[in-house]
């Protein structure tokens, strides 16, 4: 018997995969050599604790010490496997995927950049950007956030809420799926439970999803509709600004009566760029595609001659708010990219210049040694 068949049994199994266990994990599990060693799914983060499911119930489980002190290490969010032995969570286990941004703190500065990533979730199959149809609603807010996912690997889905605000909300429909190419678009109302069945294709068992929008867009208003009952705390939308205040403060995987889960987010006020792997490719389809056509391969896009980007902007193919968001992206992942290589290169630097201290210290010692023979 393998060390990890002792700490899974068989009726373990069923319940850890309605919590999307699969061959992925337990190959990693199969890996260690701890027999006593149980898998669980990290379904809750708070300060100073975590709460933990092997899909009956929870309970909550603290890190160890050493995991505080790893700083290329893992460490536990929503939507984690975790490894644990009682209540000591003792590893986290290899991750399908994650999503993650900059770190908030910029404090509206427009070229500050973010300095380390955020793991908001782990192990996800779609994340929902939700946008309500009030002063919510921002095409270019919905550009950031595919980009964002599409940065990660992950498959979005675009969630427009308060659908009953409107007469023909089907119009901001069609204007989502001219910048969302193949991206399935949702139009909500929590109010009269418009679009919901379709959402519950999401949550089938073993599947798991998270949110993702501005503070009063919805989130948890549509997380407790498709659960059935009030189980998110919500609040209002101030009438002045149009703005929501943070009901939602942490982030918890709910086991949906779907059979799926959920992972309700706090509301992001900014959508900082920490990987910049791909995503601007599947965001900006059209103008990537555009690009190819043009006279010159290093275009700008700006100013030169045989732009085909700019002649679609002339001819009206793309929008001029479409192009200018392109091009701020774009300088954010050219910035991204060449701090995160400054930045490997300073790493490499530093560790010479302490291999050669080392080395000056050594012969200095040699030295002295001599001297005293």
Known sequence: MKPSESALTMDLIPSLARLGWSPFFQMHLDNLSDGRLEPARVVGVRKNSFSVSQGKGSRLARVAGRLNHQPDGLYPVAGDWVVMTDHVISNVLPRKNVLSRGAAGRRGKENAQPTRAQVIAANL???????????????????????????????????????????????????????????????????????????????????????????????????????????????????????????????????????????????????????????????????????????????????????????????????????????????EMMYLSDRQHKTANRVERERWKTVAAEIKAMKKRRGKERVKL
Not at 267 to 287: C, L, S, T, V
């Open 125 to 331: 199959d779609t994340v929902f950007v939700v946008c309500g149809l009030d002063r919510d609603f921002n095409l270019r807010r919905i550009e950031r956030c595919l980009t964002l996912i599409y940065n990660c690997g992950l498959n979005p889905a675009v969630i427009l809420t308060k659908a009953d605000l409107h007469m023909h909300p089907e119009v901001f429909t069609r204007e989502v799926e001219t910048i969302a190419f193949g991206v399935p678009v949702h139009l909500v109302s929590a109010k009269d439970g418009l679009g919901l069945v379709q959402l519950e294709d999401y949550l089938s068992p073993g599947k798991t999803c998270t949110l993702i929008g501005s503070s009063g867009a919805g989130k948890s208003t549509l997380v407790n509709r498709l659960y059935g009952k009030s189980i998110q705390l919500t609040g209002s939308v101030s009438e002045t600004v149009g703005k929501g205040t943070h009901t939602t403060t942490s982030r918890d995987l709910i086991i949906m009566p779907q059979g799926g889960m959920m992972i309700d987010n706090p509301g992001i006020r900014e959508i900082a760029f920490w990987d910049g792997d791909g995503g601007m490719e599947h965001a900006f389809a059209d103008i990537e595609r555009l690009a190819l056509e043009c006279r010159f391969s290093d275009c700008s896009h700006m100013h030169e001659p045989g732009c085909r980007v700019q002649q679609a902007l002339i001819e009206g193919e793309i929008t001029k708010d479409r192009v200018e968001n392109y091009h701020k992206m774009k300088r």
